[in-house]
């Protein structure tokens, strides 16, 4: 009792060393305390309130105190067992002093004050009072709740108290630990040039604008304030809303502040045993099954046992050694597995750069004023990685359709759709109800709803779009898995496909016209979107979270504004099959190649970077230049690598760089890697339970991270991409081992 004393005497000497930082957001000192709400707390206090003790005759004090060890009921393993002080009866007078003294310099948050319930009120009056005699379990609600810190000016606004504490609470009278996350929206006095410059310090220099009503679980809401507080479980999230409302209405009155907040019931939580519904236990036994399957396969394999071909398509095995092989197969574009890594490196660090600003940092402003350096453009310009993707499909379906329509002079595009929905939905069905049915259950934390649960009940409505590959169309706010849009546009871009290939192949003059005028409109539409829209996709500096969301609603996310890069990449497929083996290119011609496309790229990332200074004002010519001609440029880059590699005309580093054997492998995991990160990116960030400090290589490179990111692709790769596609090729195979026996036995 006498360590605890003094350690509680010893952090009222902390606080009240902290005392003047909360003048930032109120205009009083510690007259201010002395409210309503602090008399009722302190109202069955017996002491008398004359007597004047320092705190160092009160530290001194307490080495009077002596206490029989036996009966030291507060002991390492029996924290709750009592729902009161057991000392209180003896150290009556000194813990009401105590305590009083404590709640003068950090005051306790009042569940109870304002327009809340009966039932909230009651247990309210309970912590008070418990409190008041320091009791176990109201101190810990009392600590769990979020105080001012030091740092503000700094970006530490965020403040996620003490999560576990909080709910690990169990008190008097059936009270349990409820933690809620509340949204402040801090407003200064504009006519305040003091108060608007504080204003932007404290919201690190707006790297984004947001408002209590904007979705916040696909992009932060950063210009909102993040505050916990611990409250009886009996309080809903109006309760909740309305007393800390009361509270911040007596700080903020005739100042230049005015604080807005909003309290959404599924940011409330409290500890539930965990127990898995049960969609989460059939898709866990599918999973399974699945993982069963593939040592079953592995088995019979290596034991040579003979089996069906389906049990073998999962075999553990076979599908290890694909994964892992590095030979090439026939016709192979070897440079393409170069440019498909180094783009989905590129994804990763800035994908991780947009949910780094979920976290709470103690020197975010410092984070924001960095990324905000020109060079970091390299991590902005998101969007603009998902092009040579989108360009490298486009290469591919017209490389491989015009190779079969050269042997065979017809395509079966019966087929080629089974094949695509083969290679695409497997993997995609696995993530959509692993993260929809497992994952909200598998951990905690203050921000767990917003970005993990919140995914999942909108998969839960939605998840039929998805399967559909329309997903893409009902609002960016609105997709089950959002970042899984790309896979929508690509599926849709593969459904006109043959159109174009066929059109090309057979009419080239006339389908190249026509490929040309789509394209150009295709430009056309981005162009107009961004300026008549006043969007833009790269995210500048005071872009609102509303603008991103009408950015991929009415461009990014549409095939429509996509085409352009896709119809580049049909030509290029096109063009690789009909030049000649022997095509050699000039010293000239390669010269002026490598020029020309080094050139753009370097004229792309400057572009770009001016728009991602903190003090840039955003122009709609800038984003809709960027928009229409930045995707053709980047990938006209690649393009040349392609075709100067292909053909043999170049050897040079990044000619044999992105040949390496080596990106094989990662392209057979690059599906997996694309539709695990985010889901992986987010269970940390919903984890997250202290604020940290930023440090670029630590959070931005996350190698712990990365590694899982490798592990859960190859999981999903080896349970679920390979396997399928075996089962694929046997299914497609078939027919024509039929037709051939057939054959063969006429001719006998």
């Given at each position: 009792?006498?360590?605890?004393?003094?350690?509680?005497?010893?952090?009222?000497?902390?606080?009240?060393?902290?005392?003047?930082?909360?003048?930032?957001?109120?205009?009083?000192?510690?007259?201010?305390?002395?409210?309503?709400?602090?008399?009722?707390?302190?109202?069955?206090?017996?002491?008398?309130?004359?007597?004047?003790?320092?705190?160092?005759?009160?530290?001194?004090?307490?080495?009077?105190?002596?206490?029989?060890?036996?009966?030291?009921?507060?002991?390492?393993?029996?924290?709750?067992?009592?729902?009161?002080?057991?000392?209180?009866?003896?150290?009556?007078?000194?813990?009401?002093?105590?305590?009083?003294?404590?709640?003068?310099?950090?005051?306790?948050?009042?569940?109870?004050?304002?327009?809340?319930?009966?039932?909230?009120?009651?247990?309210?009056?309970?912590?008070?009072?418990?409190?008041?005699?320091?009791?176990?379990?109201?101190?810990?609600?009392?600590?769990?709740?979020?105080?001012?810190?030091?740092?503000?000016?700094?970006?530490?606004?965020?403040?996620?108290?003490?999560?576990?504490?909080?709910?690990?609470?169990?008190?008097?009278?059936?009270?349990?630990?409820?933690?809620?996350?509340?949204?402040?929206?801090?407003?200064?006095?504009?006519?305040?040039?003091?108060?608007?410059?504080?204003?932007?310090?404290?919201?690190?220099?707006?790297?984004?604008?947001?408002?209590?009503?904007?979705?916040?679980?696909?992009?932060?809401?950063?210009?909102?304030?993040?505050?916990?507080?611990?409250?009886?479980?009996?309080?809903?999230?109006?309760?909740?809303?309305?007393?800390?409302?009361?509270?911040?209405?007596?700080?903020?009155?005739?100042?230049?502040?005015?604080?807005?907040?909003?309290?959404?019931?599924?940011?409330?939580?409290?500890?539930?045993?965990?127990?898995?519904?049960?969609?989460?236990?059939?898709?866990?036994?599918?999973?399974?099954?699945?993982?069963?399957?593939?040592?079953?396969?592995?088995?019979?394999?290596?034991?040579?046992?003979?089996?069906?071909?389906?049990?073998?398509?999962?075999?553990?095995?076979?599908?290890?050694?694909?994964?892992?092989?590095?030979?090439?197969?026939?016709?192979?574009?070897?440079?393409?597995?170069?440019?498909?890594?180094?783009?989905?490196?590129?994804?990763?660090?800035?994908?991780?750069?947009?949910?780094?600003?979920?976290?709470?940092?103690?020197?975010?402003?410092?984070?924001?004023?960095?990324?905000?350096?020109?060079?970091?453009?390299?991590?902005?310009?998101?969007?603009?990685?998902?092009?040579?993707?989108?360009?490298?499909?486009?290469?591919?379906?017209?490389?491989?359709?015009?190779?079969?329509?050269?042997?065979?002079?017809?395509?079966?595009?019966?087929?080629?759709?089974?094949?695509?929905?083969?290679?695409?939905?497997?993997?995609?069905?696995?993530?959509?109800?692993?993260?929809?049915?497992?994952?909200?259950?598998?951990?905690?934390?203050?921000?767990?709803?917003?970005?993990?649960?919140?995914?999942?009940?909108?998969?839960?409505?939605?998840?039929?779009?998805?399967?559909?590959?329309?997903?893409?169309?009902?609002?960016?706010?609105?997709?089950?898995?959002?970042?899984?849009?790309?896979?929508?546009?690509?599926?849709?871009?593969?459904?006109?496909?043959?159109?174009?290939?066929?059109?090309?192949?057979?009419?080239?003059?006339?389908?190249?016209?026509?490929?040309?005028?789509?394209?150009?409109?295709?430009?056309?539409?981005?162009?107009?979107?961004?300026?008549?829209?006043?969007?833009?996709?790269?995210?500048?500096?005071?872009?609102?979270?509303?603008?991103?969301?009408?950015?991929?609603?009415?461009?990014?996310?549409?095939?429509?504004?996509?085409?352009?890069?896709?119809?580049?990449?049909?030509?290029?497929?096109?063009?690789?099959?009909?030049?000649?083996?022997?095509?050699?290119?000039s010293s000239t011609t390669l010269y002026a190649g490598w020029t020309v496309s080094t050139v753009l790229v370097v004229m792309i990332f400057a572009w770009a970077s001016k728009m991602g200074l903190i003090d840039y004002v955003y122009n709609p010519i800038d984003a809709a230049i960027y928009n229409a001609f930045a995707p053709i440029g980047w990938c006209t880059f690649f393009l040349w690598v392609i075709v100067t590699q292909?053909?043999?005309?170049?050897?040079?580093?990044?000619?044999?760089?992105?040949?390496?054997?080596?990106?094989?492998?990662?392209?057979?995991?690059?599906?997996?890697?694309?539709?695990?990160?985010?889901?992986?990116?987010?269970?940390?960030?919903?984890?997250?339970?202290?604020?940290?400090?930023?440090?670029?290589?630590?959070?931005?490179?996350?190698?712990?991270?990365?590694?899982?990111?490798?592990?859960?692709?190859?999981?999903?790769?080896?349970?679920?991409?390979?396997?399928?596609?075996?089962?694929?090729?046997?299914?497609?195979?078939?027919?024509?081992?039929?037709?051939?026996?057939?054959?063969?036995?006429?001719?006998?």
């Amino acid at each position: 009792m006498r360590t605890f004393l003094r350690t509680w005497a010893i952090l009222g000497l902390i606080g009240l060393s902290r005392a003047s930082e909360v003048s930032v957001l109120t205009p009083g000192n510690f007259g201010t305390f002395e409210e309503e709400e602090i008399l009722r707390m302190l109202a069955r206090n017996k002491t008398d309130t004359t007597k004047n003790y320092t705190f160092v005759e009160l530290i001194s004090s307490l080495g009077n105190y002596t206490l029989d060890t036996d009966k030291d009921i507060w002991s390492i393993g029996r924290p709750e067992v009592h729902h009161t002080n057991p000392h209180y009866e003896v150290f009556s007078e000194k813990i009401d002093f105590e305590a009083r003294r404590l709640l003068q310099i950090l005051p306790a948050y009042d569940p109870g004050a304002g327009r809340v319930s009966a039932e909230c009120k009651r247990h309210s009056d309970i912590f008070h009072q418990e409190l008041a005699k320091f009791t176990l379990w109201a101190l810990k609600m009392y600590d769990a709740t979020a105080k001012v810190p030091s740092g503000l000016l700094s970006g530490n606004v965020n403040q996620f108290g003490d999560f576990d504490e909080c709910v690990g609470v169990e008190g008097k009278d059936g009270i349990r630990g409820q933690y809620c996350l509340a949204y402040l929206k801090l407003d200064v006095d504009q006519s305040r040039p003091d108060l608007k410059y504080l204003h932007r310090l404290l919201h690190s220099h707006y790297a984004f604008r947001s408002n209590l009503t904007d979705e916040g679980h696909r992009v932060p809401r950063f210009n909102t304030i993040n505050w916990a507080v611990c409250t009886p479980a009996s309080c809903t999230a109006e309760d909740v809303k309305n007393s800390l409302q009361h509270a911040i209405a007596k700080y903020t009155a005739q100042t230049g502040f005015k604080i807005t907040l909003q309290v959404e019931e599924s940011m409330c939580q409290v500890k539930e045993e965990f127990v898995l519904p049960k969609a989460g236990i059939v898709i866990s036994l599918l999973i399974a099954t699945v993982f069963v399957l593939t040592l079953v396969g592995a088995y019979y394999d290596h034991h040579r046992i003979p089996a069906s071909e389906l049990l073998l398509s999962f075999s553990l095995k076979r599908n290890l050694q694909k994964l892992m092989s590095l030979k090439r197969p026939q016709g192979d574009i070897a440079s393409l597995h170069g440019i498909r890594f180094l783009n989905s490196i590129m994804l990763i660090v800035s994908h991780k750069s947009m949910a780094v600003f979920y976290d709470p940092y103690i020197n975010r402003t410092y984070m924001t004023e960095l990324s905000g350096k020109p060079w970091t453009v390299i991590a902005r310009a998101a969007s603009l990685y998902t092009d040579p993707f989108i360009m490298m499909s486009g290469l591919l379906t017209a490389y491989s359709f015009i190779g079969r329509l050269q042997r065979s002079g017809s395509l079966n595009i019966r087929n080629e759709y089974f094949s695509r929905l083969m290679r695409l939905v497997p993997t995609l069905g696995a993530l959509v109800l692993f993260c929809t049915h497992v994952l909200p259950y598998v951990s905690s934390g203050p921000q767990w709803n917003l970005v993990v649960s919140h995914h999942a009940n909108i998969c839960k409505k939605t998840w039929w779009r998805n399967f559909l590959f329309i997903h893409n169309y009902f609002g960016f706010e609105n997709m089950c898995l959002t970042h899984t849009h790309h896979v929508g546009i690509d599926m849709q871009l593969f459904a006109v496909s043959p159109l174009m290939v066929l059109l090309l192949y057979k009419r080239p003059k006339i389908g190249a016209l026509v490929l040309v005028i789509v394209a150009s409109i295709s430009t056309i539409m981005r162009f107009y979107a961004m300026y008549t829209r006043h969007l833009n996709n790269y995210i500048y500096f005071g872009t609102s979270i509303r603008e991103l969301f009408d950015t991929a609603n009415y461009s990014y996310t549409l095939p429509s504004h996509r085409l352009t890069v896709y119809i580049i990449g049909i030509f290029m497929g096109y063009l690789l099959r009909n030049l000649p083996k022997d095509f050699k290119m000039s010293s000239t011609t390669l010269y002026a190649g490598w020029t020309v496309s080094t050139v753009l790229v370097v004229m792309i990332f400057a572009w770009a970077s001016k728009m991602g200074l903190i003090d840039y004002v955003y122009n709609p010519i800038d984003a809709a230049i960027y928009n229409a001609f930045a995707p053709i440029g980047w990938c006209t880059f690649f393009l040349w690598v392609i075709v100067t590699q292909h053909t043999g005309n170049s050897n040079g580093f990044l000619s044999r760089f992105f040949s390496w054997r080596g990106f094989l492998i990662t392209t057979r995991l690059s599906y997996a890697v694309y539709l695990t990160q985010f889901p992986i990116f987010f269970f940390n960030v919903g984890r997250t339970r202290a604020a940290m400090e930023y440090d670029i290589i630590g959070y931005i490179v996350n190698f712990k991270e990365i590694l899982w990111i490798v592990i859960m692709s190859m999981i999903l790769t080896l349970l679920f991409d390979t396997p399928f596609q075996n089962i694929k090729n046997h299914l497609l195979r078939k027919p024509v081992q039929k037709n051939v026996e057939t054959k063969s036995s006429k001719v006998e």
